[in-house]
């Protein structure tokens, strides 16, 4: 799967956050050959957990499939929003590979935002990381999202 494809998933997800009453943020996780591991969707709300961003809920269930807390060589999440400082932490952790975001968040992002967290000295493991994937599209719906709210 192609990173464009990837990000077209993560959109359908963070569409269905939307649908849900969520921030529209979505994420998929890829093995090495390109196979979709995990996706995950924002569910602080439904799920009472501060922690169930989009990432973190995609982390969680291809750590549990594969029985470990990190992820083999190779992998790649692909997120509609730059990650912010919690989930950028959990992708260390994690050990993903690569990281392939959408729209920057200048306000609450992580990585070239903020804290830069894969840049700080005691940041264990750093992912290849590429932004602006269909950011467009990614800071549009957050907007509408948002909009509708005020």
């Keep these: 799967m192609t990173d464009d494809e990837a990000m077209e998933m993560a959109l359908a997800e963070a569409r269905a956050?939307?649908?849900a009453g969520e921030a529209p943020i979505g994420a998929?996780?890829?093995d090495a050959a390109g196979a979709v591991l995990a996706t995950g969707r924002n569910a602080p709300i439904a799920t009472h957990d501060p922690t169930a961003h989009a990432?973190?809920?995609a982390l969680r269930a291809a750590?549990?499939?594969l029985g470990n807390y990190r992820l083999p060589a190779g992998t790649t999440l692909v997120v509609s929003l730059e990650p912010c400082a919690m989930c950028a932490?959990?992708?260390s952790t994690a050990r993903v590979g690569r990281l392939v975001y959408g729209a920057s968040d200048p306000k609450g992002g992580a990585v070239a935002h903020g804290p830069r967290l894969f840049?700080?000295?005691t940041c264990h493991w750093?992912?290849?990381v590429a932004g602006g994937l269909r950011a467009d599209d990614s800071a549009e719906m957050l907007r509408a999202f948002f909009r509708a709210r005020r």
């Design 119 to 121: 840049e700080q000295p």
């Design 63 to 65: 750590c549990a499939a």
């Design 17 to 19: 956050a939307a649908a």
């Design 126 to 128: 750093r992912p290849e």
């Design 89 to 91: 932490g959990a992708i």
């Design 55 to 57: 990432e973190v809920v």
């Design 28 to 30: 998929v996780l890829l």
